[in-house]
């Protein structure tokens, strides 16, 4: 089962929520809030990608993330999705396999319980990073297939949603 606040997300990843000390703290997560809105309106997922390279992503608390990201989506559930991607898609770039991996897993879980709270899904390139970030760290091999799973329960729920669709257009056309 996925955490369900940003203090089990950081203890998951081995931190201490970032967000529980001082009013300084609330201060660094405003701006962090209001770059990465700038980012995104600027450039928006490349935008992310690129203020995520300028950032010590280690240091990040994932619940944060995951609160910035729907501040700045204001609501839209494809632009909070394209831009946890982003997030995602930064781990991959990251030397350090073992943090990217732990802050990747971190992402699916919050995204898979944002799928449950918000219908905010991830699709198809979500598992894709979230597998390539993974795998890249021998700790993590067990997520990796976790994902890869999803990924495929994803793509053959996908096709039988086209499939369905393609025969209903077909049994109109007959009727007509």
């Known amino acids: 089962m996925p955490p369900k606040s940003s203090s089990q997300i950081s203890n998951m990843v081995g931190r201490t929520p970032l967000s529980s000390s001082t009013r300084l703290w609330s201060s660094k997560i405003q701006s962090f809030r209001e770059s990465m809105q700038e980012a995104y309106q600027e450039g928006e997922t490349d935008g ?6 300028t950032l010590d992503i280690s240091s990040l608390d994932v619940g944060d993330v995951v609160a910035a990201t729907l501040e700045v989506s204001e609501g839209k559930s494809g632009d909070a999705a394209s831009m946890l991607n982003a997030w995602i898609g930064s781990c991959c770039l990251m030397n350090d396999h073992i943090m990217a ?3 990747a897993q971190g992402l699916v879980e919050a995204f898979e319980d944002l799928e449950a709270s918000r ?58």
């Open 48 to 53: 992310i990608l690129k203020f995520a390279s």
């Open 101 to 103: 991996a732990q802050i």
């Open 119 to 176: 219908k905010i899904s991830p699709d198809i390139v979500t598992y894709c990073l979230a597998y390539t970030a993974l795998h890249r760290c021998s700790e993590t091999a067990g997520m990796a297939e976790y994902v890869m799973d999803q990924a495929t329960r994803k793509s053959k729920k996908m096709a039988g949603g086209k499939r369905r669709k393609t025969l209903a257009a077909s049994r109109r056309k007959e009727k007509v």
